[in-house]
Structure formats: structure tokens, C-alpha cells
């Protein structure tokens, strides 16, 4: 497969026009406002509430040994240091989406264009058609005037040949 059909693809129908448009639509509302991935967040898709709880919350207060303490110290580093790198990750997945986001509105705006330049491109097209159509009585007067000169000049060979021949 070509790069251009990968890119743009191979719509067999591209450059077709149809027959007629009395300025319906083919938008459906439902498609429109659809989610772009069935995982996006949205209203309709709040995903779930959950929270992070390394440990249990110490209801009652207690003792704790030696070894609990240091045990607890030494999750609380590890924690630390995973808390800072998930904090990286979701920046960068937070940038990731928001480059995202700059593409799939880049592409809609481009889409946007692309529409409407069409609409200019059949605005201009019906504006030529219209003036073929206005030539169109212009033309008919030339062809009558071509019938009537050949029916005129058939009408005068006619004649002559009636006289060369003595046909009367």
C-alpha cells in the first residue's frame, strides 16, 4: 500500500458527486458526542473513585516495637521515593494526553477547512453551472439559426438543380 492511501486512504468514492442536495445532513448527534476511547473520562464515564492506602489506618492509638517502627520507616522511603517517580509518570502521561489533545483538535480544525472549502468549492461549481444554463437559450438561438440556413441553402440547391435538370 502506498504512503499517500496509508495517510489519506482509498476512498473509492473520493471526487464522486451526488445527484442531489437539498441541504440535509448526515451528522448524528450520538457519533459526535461518542467518547474518543472507550476508557476517556467523561460525565457518562466518571471511571472509578479509588484511593492509595499503603497501610491501615491505626484506629486506636497503640505501642509499636522496635523492629514495627523501623519496618514502618523504612516503607515510608520506599513510598516516598515511588510517590516522586508516580508523580513524573503522571506528568508526563498528563503531556503525552495534552499533545494528544493538540493533534486531535489540529485535526479537526484541518477536517473543519476541508469542509468548508468544499461547500466554497460546489458554491463555485453551481455558480458556473448556473451560467451554462444561462448560455443555454443563446445556444438554441444558434442552432436554429443553423438548421435555418441549412434548410435555406437545401431549399436554394434545390432550386437549382430543378432548373438544370427541367424538372419544374
Known amino acids: 500500500m502506498s504512503l499517500q492511501l496509508r495517510l489519506f486512504g482509498g476512498n473509492s468514492d473520493a471526487g464522486k458527486m451526488t445527484t442531489s442536495n437539498d441541504g440535509g445532513h448526515a451528522i448524528d448527534k450520538s457519533k459526535v ?3 474518543t ?3 476517556a473520562l467523561s460525565p457518562m464515564n466518571p471511571g472509578n473513585f479509588d484511593s492509595i492506602r499503603s497501610v491501615p489506618v491505626v484506629d486506636t492509638p497503640r505501642y509499636a516495637s522496635k523492629e514495627e517502627a523501623k519496618a514502618v ?3 515510608a522511603t520506599e513510598k516516598e521515593s515511588g510517590a516522586k517517580y508516580a508523580k513524573q509518570m503522571y506528568g508526563a502521561l498528563s503531556r503525552i494526553d495534552t499533545a494528544d489533545t493538540k493533534v ?3 485535526h ?3 477536517k473543519g477547512v476541508v469542509a468548508g472549502n468544499e461547500q ?3 458554491r463555485a461549481t453551481t455558480t458556473y453551472a448556473k451560467g451554462l444554463h444561462g448560455l443555454r437559450e443563446g445556444y438554441a438561438k444558434q442552432g436554429l439559426r443553423l438548421d435555418k440556413a441549412d434548410s435555406d ?3 436554394r440547391i434545390d432550386a437549382i438543380k430543378a432548373k438544370l435538370t427541367g424538372a419544374n
Open 104 to 106: 486531535h483538535k489540529a
Open 73 to 75: 520507616r523504612t516503607l
Open 37 to 39: 476511547d472507550g476508557q
Open 120 to 122: 466554497k468549492k460546489i
Open 108 to 110: 479537526y480544525q484541518y
Open 33 to 35: 458526542l461518542a467518547a
Open 153 to 155: 441553402a437545401r431549399t
